[in-house]
């Protein structure tokens, strides 16, 4: 082997064993790279799964590649994306919160609207029923079964309860859940015990 040769063998040995130890020296930067992101993520993850799926997903799948190219010994491709996959996962939770944060003014909203209108609505119903339920006006009950009537009011005033007993308890998406079903059996016994619908309020003189 002439003289040339054997530099050129070293050189590129020499040149190898840089790039080895170039990437040596990113590996563990890299991987608590990773680390970071990912507790970052899993940190957030139960809010934003709720509220910003699609941005927790987009996270994910960023997350995901940094970890393909971790896989693939591209430390470099990790370190480079690392900070914009990381700045992405912070943001997960304040926007989770932002998002909640609606979330529970609208419920909160509903529930003011049907805590307001439901309970009057249960005592006409109730009146209804004993109106049809005296002897007088047989006529007016002809076709409506009163006893099926009077078990579905109680079935609403004890779904009402639970209502309010998970509006108590701060759980107001159950509370609004339960509220909507009492809404749906009311409007139901308004249509069978052929309740008319309140009158809109008089226009001022």
């Known amino acids: 082997m002439s003289l040339i040769q054997r530099v050129s063998k070293y050189a590129l040995i ?56 971790f896989d693939k010994q591209d430390y470099s491709a990790v370190v480079t994306g690392a900070p914009a996959v990381m700045s992405a996962a912070s943001g997960l939770a304040a926007a989770a919160a932002a998002k909640k944060d609606e979330a529970m003014k609208a419920l909160n909203d509903e529930w003011s609207s049907l ?54 308890s701060g759980n107001l998406d159950e509370a609004v859940t339960a509220a909507k079903d009492v809404k749906g059996k009311i409007d139901a016994l308004d249509s069978t015990l052929k309740i008319a619908p309140a009158a809109p309020a008089a226009a001022a003189q």
């Open 115 to 168: 805590s307001s209108s439901l309970p009057a609505a249960a005592t006409a119903i109730q009146s209804r029923i004993d109106f049809l339920s005296k002897k007088s006006n047989r006529s007016a009950a002809k076709g409506i079964d009163l006893a099926a009537a009077k078990s579905s009011l109680a079935d609403t005033t004890s779904l009402w309860s639970k209502a309010q007993a998970a509006f108590a």
């Open 14 to 69: 020499s040149i190898a064993g840089v790039m080895l130890a170039a990437c040596g020296s990113q590996k563990e930067p890299a991987q608590k790279l990773i680390a970071g992101i990912e507790s970052t993520v899993t940190a957030a993850s139960g809010e934003a799964q709720k509220y910003v799926p699609d941005q927790l997903s987009d996270v994910q799948s960023k997350l995901a590649d940094l970890k393909a190219s």
